[in-house]
């Protein structure tokens, strides 16, 4: 008989017909909280109440408002054509908008196609109707010049007759033209946490940025993962001269600071950005792993199933990843929540000191960066508490899912 169908030969912790363990209530809890923040992560530009690519589209005037504002706002269309977008890049990058956002505190329609816009930042302003309304072809477009009009549109009583941006000819009614301004053009926006200092909502910020500080803390945990039981694993179970070799690796990359580390690398690829974030991060969390799976390895290769395997003639690369990794599944898990963890605060810092991603790309980092330079100014409280707060949540949500996974498997050895 082969080890492989021997399972006393595997080593196996669980004992044969007793009920497994549940995890704690905590595990439960913090799973939930964990799962939500990725599928929001996941569906951010689905979700978010502005789907604009990195949630940019902002204004100066609205810069600072606090939690709950409430602003009329004036959306004035876009003299251009936008390209059709598909479901899957929305769901990727987002949608470009297809208008100017224009905050108002009066609106009314004077003077037949002229409407009159007062603003505690503008003053009054008249715009045309049909600049607020249509994609106005330019003045030179050559279908206008053939019209000889001075603008891509012209009025006669009640009718409003404009070029738009492919060339067309249109017309509408000023009864249509109203009823439209009134549905597409004046809206009301709410800002359930207020702006950042740009004017952009900070809550589809904030939920943006889960989607990066989230992506590169888990590609840098893959790295950290790969690297570390690799490096572990091999240095536990041949020992010797490969051991020490390997420890005086780690030792190296240890007395590193993780700054130092970061700065090299973005030297290196001369750049800065998500791409050097995973990297970085990933590369300055593999030491921990490895001393961890190096301790195991050199107790585990000890135990008397691993002498079975040698002495039923089973290659070494087999007997590391079939009976020893495979009974360290749960110290594995363990550590690569602790080093999510770890990856996310790491990644914070670094974007906060300008060495990750980089603006206009949304992170939790970033965001408490913007918001430290504010400190001291009217209105600008919630521009740190918010991102500081996220950032607080998520790592204490992953440390005790951490230690409940710990205490199960734990409590699932001893019994």
Known sequence: MSIENNPS???????????????SGSFLYTGILIGLLVAIAIFAYLIIPDNTPNANNGMIQLSKLT????????????????????????FLNGRTSEYFIEPYDEIELVDGWKVKVTSQYSGQKLLDLADVL???????????????????????????????????????????AVKLFYSQSVKKHFYLLGTDKSGRDLLSRL???????????????IISMLIGILVGSLAGFFGGR?????????????SIPSIMLVIAISLAFQSKGVWVAFLAVGLTTWVDVARLVRGQFRVLKEMQYIEAAHAFGI???RIIFRHILVNMTGTLLVIATANFATAIL????????????QPPTPSWGIMVYEGFQTIGSKNSWHLIVFPSAVISITVLSFNLLGTSLRDYFESDRAV
């Open 9 to 23: 030969l595997l080593g196996h912790f669980h004992s044969k017909g007793r009920k497994p363990k549940l995890p």
């Open 67 to 90: 939690p709950a504002s409430k602003v009329n706002v004036l959306r004035i269309k876009k003299n251009r054509e936008l390209p059709p977008i598909s479901f899957f890049s929305i």
């Open 134 to 176: 249509f994609d106005l072809a330019p003045a030179n477009h050559p279908n206008v010049i053939d019209l000889g009009w001075q603008l891509a549109f012209k009025t006669e009583d009640d009718q409003l007759i404009y070029v738009n941006m492919s060339g067309d000819l249109k017309e509408v009614s000023y009864q249509e």
């Open 207 to 221: 939920i943006l940025g889960a989607r990066v500080s989230l992506g590169i803390g888990f590609v840098a945990v």
């Open 242 to 254: 490969v051991d020490s070799f390997l420890m005086w690796l780690m030792s190296i990359v240890w």
């Open 315 to 317: 290659s070494n690369l």
């Open 346 to 357: 790491l990644e914070a810092g670094l974007s906060f000191l300008g060495l990750s991603v």
